[in-house]
């Protein structure tokens, strides 16, 4: 079976060209098909990318970036049975795919295949908490998603519809998974390195507004929207933890509503507010083990509560749709 790699990208021009020769000395070969999927890039990406034997394709009006489109993009420019998906900012191990392919011709009920995603970058809080947690990302075996990417079989995404919808702007992989899998198919871990993940070194709040500007933070939403009268719809819902917290910070919010609407004394029940959130940082802070994880993940859950309802509610384009877009390059 013969393998091409999508690797999508939005403004890696610092990373681009050590991944894509990460890609040549993982995929030797003739005639290796690397495709760079770019959601338009403003910077030297596609610049850098033009240089080695790749396909460099990016999007055109009326299509816009979003988390979903890239893998979607590089789909639709792909030929081989194997689709191995990666971002511009990670570095592929050298020998993961020779593994990935033998575990696929070894289990013909494994939709897709991956391994560890390391990440390198870890003074961030974001990337810190995601190391630390109990995490799709560090299972190993039977797994839900491929978080991060992995070596996929193209019959088992034409059968369910598309590889990635372009309307998400996260949890696109998640999407991929219980579509899969409500097939019938299986997504494994193998225990071992996949990529090394050069991720967002900016200070975490700051990367929380730009991934609100983004709408990245709607992604849960437009999952629930995407998979609305489907039939993994039910599926979708027992397997993703995240809404049990979204509903209980919903929750907390009406507690705290409530109590300064119908308490008399607005002193006391903002008093009351304030210990509330105390305690939630502190329980936090206390699993974390460390106060400024603690805060953060409470903020981080305030925000992707309130950006739940807004991604739901966001007008949707046919995921299977071909994505506008261009060949800038194409080298053999």
């Known amino acids: 079976m013969t393998v091409s790699i999508i690797m999508k990208t939005l403004n890696e021009e610092k990373r681009i060209a050590a991944a894509i020769e990460s890609a040549l000395k993982a995929l030797p070969g003739e005639s290796p098909e690397i495709i760079v999927a770019d959601s338009g890039s403003t910077d030297r990406t596609v610049e850098i990318a033009m240089q080695y034997p790749v396909t460099v394709a990016q999007i055109m009006k009326p299509a816009r970036a979003s988390c979903g489109i890239g893998p979607q993009l590089g789909f639709q420019y792909s030929h081989n049975d194997l689709i191995c998906l990666m971002d511009g900012d ?45 995490s799709p990302e560090n299972r190993t075996g039977s797994i839900d998603r491929m978080n991060g990417g992995g070596l996929y079989r193209r019959s088992a995404i034409e059968q369910a519809g598309y590889f990635s919808d372009r309307n998400l702007h996260g ?15 299986e997504l494994y871990r193998i225990d071992r390195r996949f990529v090394s993940h050069f991720g967002h070194s900016i200070n975490a709040y700051k990367l929380l507004v730009r991934r609100w500007q983004s709408k990245y933070l709607r992604g849960v939403g437009e999952l629930l929207r995407a998979a609305f009268g489907q039939p993994h719809w039910k599926k979708l819902i027992q397997e993703l933890p995240e809404l049990r917290l ?5 929750l907390w919010w009406l507690v705290m509503i409530a109590l300064l609407v119908f308490l008399p004394d607005k002193m006391t029940a903002l008093a009351i507010d304030v210990a509330l959130i105390a305690f939630v940082v502190a329980a936090m802070s206390v699993k974390q083990r460390s106060l400024s994880l603690g805060f953060y993940a409470v903020v981080a859950w305030c925000f992707h509560a309130a950006a739940l ?24």
């Not at 050298?94 to 939709?111: G, Q, T, Y």
């Not at 807004?310 to 390059?329: N, T």
Request: proline share 4%; hydrophobic share 45%.
């Open 90 to 134: 990670m570095l592929l191990d050298e020998s993961f795919l020779s593994e990935a392919v033998a575990f696929l011709n070894a289990n013909p009920k494994v939709a897709g295949v991956t391994g560890h995603v390391v990440e390198m970058n870890v003074d961030n809080l974001e990337f810190t908490r995601r190391v630390r947690r109990v």
């Open 171 to 185: 949890y696109e992989e998640f999407d991929l998974g219980v579509r899969l899998r409500a097939l019938g198919w």
């Open 246 to 250: 979204w509903a209980g910070v919903y």
């Open 309 to 332: 309802p807004l991604g739901f509610f966001h007008s949707r384009r046919q995921p299977a749709d071909w994505i506008e877009s261009q060949v800038i390059s194409k080298k053999p």
